[in-house]
T-cell receptor
Framework: DTGVSQDPRHKITKRGQNVTFRCDPI?????LYWYRQTLGQGPEFLTY????????KSRLLSDRFSAERPKGSFSTLEIQRTEQGDSAMYLC?????????????FGPGTRLTVL | SQQGEEDPQALSIQEGENATMNCSYK?????LQWYRQNSGRGLVHLIL?????REKHSGRLRVTLDTSKKSSSLLITASRAADTASYFC????????????FGTGTQLKVEL
């Protein structure tokens, strides 16, 4: 499968615990994005990388959230001290700079439930 | 925050009928895209229309864009049960970098 993959697909955790999600983009894509989607809403942008550089962060990304893309390939999103309000689907997408004016390819998402 | 609203929020039709969904947005855009999301899964890109285009076709899909009204519509012709999904419009804002700003979505149900 040469699409965007995310791991894990589901995560249940207790409030206060830390969680980490991984995203593997399409191999030749240099841009990687994280979005969050709550029930009944459209996805909301969190952050994006071009290669290993984090170029933009949303105000939604509180200081409990950190994202990395150390070698410009896979990315991780960590949430520290999780809260019930963090329960959502976390979506990763990738794209090629200069390609198709912004078409992004999405992974299947990681569904987080904070108890 | 969401860029705008989609209308209707939910739509139920019979197989073979056409489905029309509307999207409104608030600020100047570079392009507008439509994505489909099957229940609880990732999004699939359907079609992209540039801000200087008015209409675009792809298979059974027809998209229109009216920048003066800041609105777009997606028409799915001859719908099939497999078209049942949520549909989202998303915009790349002028000067907004590369992030997508999504609408609230339309849930389409196509019944046999």
């Amino acid at each position: 499968d040469t699409g965007v993959s995310q791991d894990p697909r589901h995560k249940i955790t207790k409030r206060g615990q830390n969680v980490t999600f991984r995203c593997d983009p399409i191999s030749e894509h240099n841009r990687l994005y994280w979005y969050r989607q709550t029930l009944g809403q459209g996805p909301e942008f969190l952050t994006y990388f071009q290669n290993e550089a984090q170029l933009e962060k949303s105000r939604l990304l509180s200081d409990r959230f950190s994202a990395e893309r150390p070698k410009g390939s896979f990315s991780t999103l960590e949430i520290q001290r999780t809260e019930q309000g963090d329960s959502a689907m976390y979506l990763c997408a990738s794209s090629l700079s200069g390609g198709a004016l912004g078409e992004q390819f999405f992974g299947p998402g990681t569904r987080l439930t904070v108890l | 925050s969401q860029q705008g609203e989609e209308d209707p929020q939910a739509l139920s039709i019979q197989e073979g009928e056409n489905a029309t969904m509307n999207c409104s947005y608030k600020t100047s855009i570079n392009n507008l895209q439509w994505y489909r999301q099957n229940s609880g899964r990732g999004l699939v890109h359907l079609i992209l229309i540039r801000s200087n285009e008015r209409e675009k076709h792809s298979g059974r899909l027809r998209v229109t864009l009216d920048t003066s009204k800041k609105s777009s519509s997606l028409l799915i012709t001859a719908s099939r049960a497999a078209d049942t999904a949520s549909y989202f419009c998303a915009t790349i804002l002028t000067g907004g970098g590369n992030k997508l700003t999504f609408g609230t979505g339309t849930q389409l149900k196509v019944e046999l």
